[in-house]
């Protein structure tokens, strides 16, 4: 099983009671495995599933997604020998089958331990009080270190899973330059400008050009503006463009803004965006934050 998050270590014999066997006997002891577990924290489509018990076996199967791309995958099964005693076989991404036989189990709880395999020795687990699963793979490296690694999943759809793109995050600066627009009379008024952006130092990379609105009212540090402008470039290496909206307010010097992608209004590459922007000003640099979902490109010939 592939590392995908560590979390706070805590050791096999915390998880699993060694109390001894629980009444189920047989395959019946891993039945409640059953069904598919999604990891937390990861990319959709990151989930391991397993068939329900028959003909002595369960089968399973593990996979990692990352950027989109599957990264790791891993074939199970939990299978019952002659003599009713369990044995866990896994094959990791190509790699040499290892088998792992059952030490201890309990109510919603597996331990397999296979002391003379490379890494790892022991895979646990265990269904928590909240109905989540935490699976734990633990032993000593070659080289002496010990270490323990944590899977923690939810109950999940596993067609769902796969069909969502994932949230990321994008930051960095980008400079404006804002031209005040003429209105009748050819007087140019600070309510209506031109802007024209350019989006660097991080995964964006472009310009931008719209217009935006605004209105300063007769109370100190109160004020309001609307905009739209256009982005073209590359985002994370994908390039296209999208629209961004904004709608801001100051109510006597409390501020308050929101900017969205317009929905559909992504092309190329980055047709299906969606996500928010913030912004903020710094020592006289201008920052941004794009939290943004974007579907995976399908490649030349796909459906």
């Not at 099983?1 to 066997?21: D, E, N, W, Y």
Request: aromatic share 6%; net charge positive; proline share 7%.
């Amino acid at each position: 099983m592939k590392p995908h998050r560590i979390l706070r270590r805590l050791s096999i014999a915390t998880l699993l009671s060694a109390a001894g066997l629980a009444a189920a006997q047989g395959l019946e002891r891993a039945a409640w495995l059953a069904g598919c577990w999604a990891l937390e924290g990861a990319e959709p489509g990151s989930v391991e599933q397993w068939t329900a018990p028959a003909g002595g076996t369960m089968l399973g199967l593990s996979r990692t997604v990352k950027n989109g791309r599957m990264v790791a995958h891993e074939f199970l099964q939990i299978r019952e020998r002659g003599d009713g005693r369990l044995v866990y076989i896994a094959r990791p991404s190509g790699q040499a089958e290892a088998q792992f036989p059952l030490a201890s189990s309990g109510e919603g709880e597996l331990l397999f331990e296979n002391p003379a395999h490379d890494f790892p020795q022991r895979i646990a687990y265990q269904r928590r009080v909240d109905g989540r699963l935490l699976a734990r793979i633990e032993g000593r490296r070659p080289g002496g270190e010990t270490r323990s690694v944590d899977f923690p999943m939810r109950r999940a759809d596993c067609l769902a899973e796969a069909g969502a793109p994932p949230p990321q995050r994008a930051q960095g600066e980008f400079e404006v330059k804002m031209t005040p627009q003429s209105v009748a009379g050819g007087t140019p008024s600070p309510d209506r400008m031109l802007l024209d952006k350019r989006f660097f130092g991080g995964p964006l990379e472009g310009t931008s050009q719209g217009q935006m609105l605004a209105h300063r009212s007769a109370v100190q540090g109160s004020a309001g503006y609307v905009a739209m402008e256009r982005f073209q470039g590359s985002l994370g290496g994908r390039r296209g463009s999208f629209v961004l909206q904004h709608s801001g307010t100051m109510t006597r010097g409390a501020p308050g803004l929101a900017i969205g992608i317009v929905p559909d209004s992504g092309t190329a590459e980055l047709a299906g965006i969606t996500g928010t922007m913030g912004i903020r000003i710094e020592g006289g640099k201008h920052f941004y934050e794009l939290d943004y979902t974007l579907p995976a490109l399908k490649r030349a010939g796909a459906p």
